[in-house]
C-alpha cells in the first residue's frame, strides 16, 4: 500500500464492530484500497495531493483563446513553478480559475495587463510546464508530533506522540516529507500504572504518572486487555475497559503501551525523504468527508460480499443494469449519488 487511502484501517473496523485481528489485516486493507479506486472512477477525478510535474501542448488541439490555459482531467491545487516555452511565468502573471471556486483549478489565465503569454516556443509539444501540487484538496489536521526523531532518510518506522490521530492508511506531513502510514505497532509509554485496578468493567479509573502524554481515543494495552481512553483529568484516565475483543484482566504496576511506532512509506506524494528532530509537529491529509464515507461503505460492501462468498441476495439497481447487495444498496446508492454531486467532476465538452 504505497499511496495514501481515502479511509482508514480504523475507520472501517468501527463501522463493522470488529475487533483488531493481524489474520484480516490485509482483506481490510485491500477493500478500502479498493473502494478509494472505486471513488476516483465514480467522481472522476482523483482526490489524494500529489506533488508533480505535468505538461501540455501550445496551442492544443482545443484552440482555446490565446490566454487560457485547459487543465484537462488534472484538478491543481497548488502551483509551485509554471514554465512557457522553457520561461518562467511569474506568480503576478497569471490567475487560477475559477477564482471565487478553487482549489481545485481546471484551468489557468495568463493576465491581459502582464506580460507573459503562453508560447509554443520552437515546438508546440509539451511547451508548457507546470510543477506543483496536484489533486482535488490539501486540507491537513493536527496529527500530534514525533516522539522520536528520524535521523535517516531510508528508515521505514516512525515513532508519533497521539495514536488516536493517526490511522492506517493516512497521509502524514512532517516538515517538506509525506509518508503514508502502512501499519501500526506497539510502543512502551513510558509509564505504568500508578495503583491496580480489579478484573471489573465498573473500574475504569488508571492513575498514571503524566496524564498529559496521552490522548481521548487512545487504545492503551496493559497485559492482555486493551482500553480505551474516554477521558483525562490531570493523572487520571477514565478508560473503556476490555476494548477491541480483548478480555477483562487486573493490573498492578503494569507497563502502558500504546500502538504508536508506524510503519511508513517514505517520501509519498511526489516527495522527498528527509530527517526530523523529535518534536516535529505531524498533520495529516483529510479526505472530504463525503469521500471518507464512501470509501468505509464500498470497504464495508466488499468485505460483507467477501464473507458471504458473494452469495448475498442482490437485486438489479433500477436503471443502471447492475446488482448490489440488498440489504445496503439503497444507502450505498444514495450515498453514491450524493458523492457525485458534492464532489464530482463534470465532464467538459472539447473541440474534436
Same mark, same amino acid.
Given at each position: ?158 515513532? /508519533?506522540? !497521539? ?8 497521509? +502524514? &506531513?512532517? *516538515? @517538506? =516529507? #509525506?509518508?503514508? %502510514?502502512? $501499519? ?23 492513575? /498514571?504518572? !503524566? ?8 487504545? +492503551? &494495552?496493559? *497485559? @492482555? =486487555? #486493551?482500553?480505551? %481512553?474516554? $477521558? ?121
Amino acid at each position: 500500500m504505497a499511496q495514501a487511502l481515502y479511509a482508514t484501517r480504523e475507520a472501517v473496523r468501527t463501522a463493522l464492530g470488529s475487533a483488531s485481528s493481524a489474520r484480516d489485516d490485509a482483506q481490510i486493507d485491500r477493500a478500502i484500497e479498493q473502494g478509494s479506486t472505486d471513488v476516483d472512477s465514480l467522481c472522476n477525478r482523483t482526490f489524494q495531493p500529489l506533488m508533480a510535474t505535468r505538461y501540455f501542448d501550445w496551442p492544443s488541439e482545443q484552440t482555446p483563446r490565446s490566454w487560457r490555459l485547459w487543465l484537462d482531467e488534472y484538478d491543481l491545487i497548488a502551483p509551485t513553478q509554471i514554465l512557457s516555452a522553457g520561461t518562467v511565468v511569474p506568480s503576478t502573471d497569471y490567475n487560477l480559475e475559477p477564482a471565487n471556486d478553487g482549489p481545485p483549478y481546471r484551468y489557468i489565465e495568463t493576465r491581459l495587463d502582464r506580460p507573459s503569454t503562453w508560447s509554443g516556443g520552437s515546438t508546440w509539444q509539451h511547451a508548457i510546464e507546470i510543477t506543483g501540487w496536484w489533486g482535488y484538496s490539501d486540507e491537513q489536521t493536527p496529527a500530534g508530533q514525533l516522539a522520536a526523531a528520524v535521523s535517516s532518510t531510508t528508515a521505514t518506522t516512525v515513532t /508519533v506522540s !497521539d495514536s488516536s490521530a493517526v490511522g492506517v492508511g493516512d497521509l +502524514l &506531513t512532517a *516538515g @517538506a =516529507e #509525506r509518508m503514508t %502510514v502502512t $501499519d501500526k505497532a506497539l510502543a512502551d509509554t513510558g509509564q505504568t500504572l500508578q495503583t491496580p485496578v480489579a478484573a471489573k468493567k465498573d473500574d475504569v479509573l488508571f492513575q /498514571v504518572a !503524566d496524564g498529559t502524554s496521552y490522548h481521548r481515543s487512545e487504545v +492503551l &494495552t496493559l *497485559g @492482555a =486487555e #486493551r482500553v480505551r %481512553v474516554r $477521558d483525562i483529568a490531570g493523572s487520571m484516565l477514565t478508560v473503556e475497559r476490555a476494548y477491541d475483543g480483548t478480555l477483562l484482566d487486573s493490573h498492578s504496576g503494569d507497563s502502558i503501551w500504546a500502538p504508536r511506532l508506524l510503519t511508513v512509506t517514505r517520501g509519498a506524494a511526489g516527495t522527498t525523504a528527509a530527517t526530523a528532530p523529535s518534536g516535529t509537529a505531524l498533520t495529516r491529509w483529510a479526505a472530504p468527508g463525503i469521500v471518507q464515507t464512501l470509501t468505509v461503505a464500498e470497504a464495508m460492501n466488499t468485505l460483507m460480499q467477501e464473507q458471504s462468498s458473494y452469495a448475498r441476495t442482490v437485486r438489479s439497481q433500477a436503471g443502471t443494469g447492475t446488482r448490489s447487495v440488498a440489504a445496503v444498496v439503497v444507502d450505498l446508492d444514495n450515498l453514491r449519488a450524493r458523492a457525485v454531486a458534492a464532489v464530482g467532476r463534470q465532464a467538459r465538452m472539447r473541440a474534436v
